[in-house]
């Protein structure tokens, strides 16, 4: 089992730039990939960004010049650094952590962009 706690999320205006974490506890492996997914009201839970354990990132074509995907090892922890928000980036953001074939979720984290 793997448990994941996000933070970061929160109300910021148009423009402006948010981090999101993902720390991550229990059983994790060596090969692995973590990701950020959102859903909006009314809408289906899409792919942000993820990252693998060798490093390689991939990204919605829609935030790729304004959102960064890293982690930290030691720390087992992924954030997402969010600049330039738009208000069609409001949704529940969600981390996941893939492994031998299992998903794991966050609870979710609410980030609005509202002026």
């Known amino acids: 089992q793997v448990q994941l706690v996000e933070s970061g999320g929160g109300l910021v205006q148009p423009g402006g730039s948010l981090r999101l974490s993902c720390a991550a506890s229990g059983n994790i492996f060596s090969i692995y990939v973590m990701g950020w997914y959102r859903q909006a009201p009314g809408k289906q839970r899409e792919l942000v960004a993820r990252?693998?354990?060798?490093?390689?990132?991939n990204y919605k074509n829609s935030v790729k010049d304004r959102f960064t995907i890293s982690r930290d090892n030691a720390k087992n922890t992924v954030y997402l650094q969010m600049n330039s928000l738009k208000p069609e980036d409001t949704a529940v953001y969600y981390c996941n952590h893939r492994q031998l074939g299992a998903d794991y979720w966050g609870q979710g984290t609410q980030v609005t962009v509202s002026s």
């Open positions: 990252i693998t354990s060798g490093g390689s990132t």
